[in-house]
């Protein structure tokens, strides 16, 4: 019976790489936070809400690229949320690529006033929607510091245990 139980352990310690806290707590909150603001936006929207979402999106080619877009951004930041428990040091790196894009396309698309209103912070001037960017992406910056910055998930990701 001691053997079911010490093999249940082992087998969620490989798992997760023997990785550290905050690599752990990064990569958790990443899959946490997107996936629950999927069932948010849904909850948001309704079923006539995305039915119309995804019509109007698929109105004319820049919309859909948009949309496609901002689906495969989702999906690889989940990606990246699973790759980093197991210890994928391109995982940190293709989420910080991630984090990059959208934040400049948020920025972009708020400060030119582009259709999507889904995409678009609230703000009349760049230090304003600066502000809000940076509110927006107080989460995701976090997540970033849990992964570079500490040294023991920086030896992590290097190997050098």
Known sequence: MSEIFRNRYSD???WTGHAPVAVVTAAVAIIATRCLGV???AGNLGLEGIQSFISTSSGSWDLTLLFLAALVILF????????LLRGRTRARWCFLGCQLISAGYLFVATWHGYYPEMFVLPGDGAAEILYQLLMHKLPDMLMLSLLFVP?????FFTGKQ
């Open 39 to 41: 069932v948010m936006l």
């Open 151 to 155: 040294k023991t998930g920086q030896r």
């Open 12 to 14: 969620r310690a490989r």
């Open 76 to 83: 690889l930041e989940l990606h990246c949320g699973f790759a």
